[in-house]
């Protein structure tokens, strides 16, 4: 087994633990669980929301785009129709 497998192996292990110490918490204490998995849940989506913000707030805006000179030169498509 690789390390890679050992890693994969840990956080199987770890999820299926914590899939089961839910369940058991949810089953004891069911009230105070599934409201602080909304706060959490709800908590993580505007702290998304607000470092998207942040992000957009604080970053400066791109150079605008100017358009190229107009050369005084033919283009190579018109020397190729000559």
């Known amino acids: ?3 890679d497998q ?3 192996a840990v ?4 999820s299926v633990a914590g899939i089961v110490l839910y369940a058991w918490l949810i089953y004891t204490f069911t009230i105070l669980v599934l ?3 909304a706060f959490v ?5 505007l702290g998304i929301a607000a470092w998207i913000g942040w992000t957009m ?3 400066p805006p791109p150079a605008p785009l100017e358009p190229e000179p107009a050369s005084p030169e033919p283009s190579v498509s018109a020397e190729k129709q000559a």
């Open 11 to 14: 956080i199987l292990v770890g």
């Open 6 to 8: 050992g890693i994969g």
């Open 41 to 45: 849940a709800v908590a993580g989506i």
């Open 35 to 37: 409201q602080i998995t």
């Open 57 to 59: 707030a604080t970053t």
């Open 1 to 3: 087994m690789n390390k």
